[in-house]
């Protein structure tokens, strides 16, 4: 499916919808994830000799460095897209 026709069959709200299921879903449970880390934990423990816990290879997902945007810069990016005159 090409990024156009996405574009047209997605509403905006479902699009927002999406995107906050995301971000609650990064750091969600997964069963896989823990599987994988207890691999991955098992070989760095061959690795330097030491018991490493699983818990430690699992990764966190942050949003660090995310900038809250303003109404002003909404408007700014969607007059740049658009082409449209934003006018405060």
């Known amino acids: 499916m090409s990024y156009d ?7 905006s709200s479902r699009f927002v919808k999406w995107m906050l299921y995301l971000e609650m ?8 994830d823990h599987y994988h880390a207890q691999i991955a934990a098992e070989i760095r423990a061959g690795n330097i000799g030491k018991h490493v816990k699983s818990n430690t290879m699992l990764l966190k997902f942050t949003k660090e460095g995310k ?6 810069d ?6 740049q897209i658009t082409g449209a005159s934003m006018g405060d």
Do not use: C, P, Y
């Open 74 to 79: 909404s408007k700014a990016a969607w007059g």
């Open 5 to 11: 026709r996405v574009q047209q069959e997605t509403s």
């Open 25 to 32: 879903d990064v750091n969600a449970f997964h069963r896989e």
């Open 67 to 72: 900038k809250k945007q303003t109404m002003s």
